[in-house]
Nanobody, 126 residues
């Protein structure tokens, strides 16, 4: 089993920044690439970013490229999502999850992910 706990959400004005954290624990979590997804009210969950523990390769959705950065601290077993230049349309609940699908990386399909965290709310005011 893998346990994931997100933190760092909150309310921020447009143009501001937030850093989300996802602390991982459990057996073999470092085997799985990690991903961030978000779900706005009334919308489907969408892929944001993914990272590999080994080597730290990253991939981001086009909608956040140039504004968001995904990183990891292997010593702390934590994945981060640094969000800059936030826009009201970034408002959503953000989730981290482990890609257990074994599919070719990067995998932006949420159905390949398991061990979802509880989510953290990000609200961007205009």
């Amino acid at each position: 089993q893998v346990q994931l706990v997100e933190s760092g959400g909150g309310l921020v004005q447009a143009g501001g920044s937030l850093r989300l954290s996802c602390a991982a624990s459990g057996r073999s979590f470092s085997r799985y690439p990690m991903g961030w997804f978000r779900q706005a009210a009334g919308k489907e969950r969408e892929f944001v970013a993914t990272i590999r523990w080994s080597g730290g390769s990253t991939y981001l959705a086009d909608s956040v490229k140039g504004r968001f950065t995904i990183s990891r601290d292997t010593a702390k077993s934590t994945v981060y999502l640094q969000m800059n230049s936030l826009k009201p349309e970034d408002t959503a609940v953000y989730y981290c999850a482990a890609d257990v699908s074994g599919r070719r990386w990067p995998n932006g399909n949420q159905f390949g992910y398991a061990y979802w965290g509880q989510g953290t709310q990000v609200t961007v005011s205009s």
